[in-house]
């Protein structure tokens, strides 16, 4: 069984970065497309970035292209995402997954990501 488990999260301000980390346990994690989800408070959880397993292709939801990058470090079985420009509305619970549903691990605990002045 996989297990997630995320980092990196905190209080920003506006216009600032974090680096999301997620640490799978498993060999699978190598084997899959990976992508990062948001929970914004009141909201269901949605995905928001993709990459396939051997990085070769990347893909983000318009609210947040050009400003985060997702990687991954297969040989680590770490997910990352880069978040540059954050803005208020980045602020929510992230975490990381297999980018199919039929993939899907048990989710982590997730990583609480504040955008505040």
């Known amino acids: 069984q996989v297990q997630l488990v995320e980092s990196g999260g905190g209080l920003v301000q506006p216009g600032g970065s974090l680096r999301l980390s997620c640490s799978a346990s498993?060999?699978?994690?190598?084997?899959?497309?990976m992508g990062w989800y948001r929970q914004a408070p009141g909201n269901k959880r949605d995905l928001i970035a993709t990459?396939?397993?051997?990085?070769?292709?990347?893909s983000y939801v318009p609210s947040v292209k050009g400003r985060f990058t997702i990687s991954r470090d297969n040989a680590k079985n770490i997910l990352y995402l880069q978040m540059n420009g954050l803005k208020p509305e980045d602020t929510g619970v992230y975490y990381c997954?297999?980018?199919?549903?039929?993939?899907?691990?048990?989710w982590g605990q997730g990583t609480q990501v504040t955008v505040s002045s």
């Open positions: 990459i396939t397993s051997d990085s070769g292709s990347t």
């Open positions: 498993g060999s699978i994690f190598s084997i899959y497309a």
């Open positions: 997954n297999a980018a199919a549903a039929s993939r899907r691990a048990d």
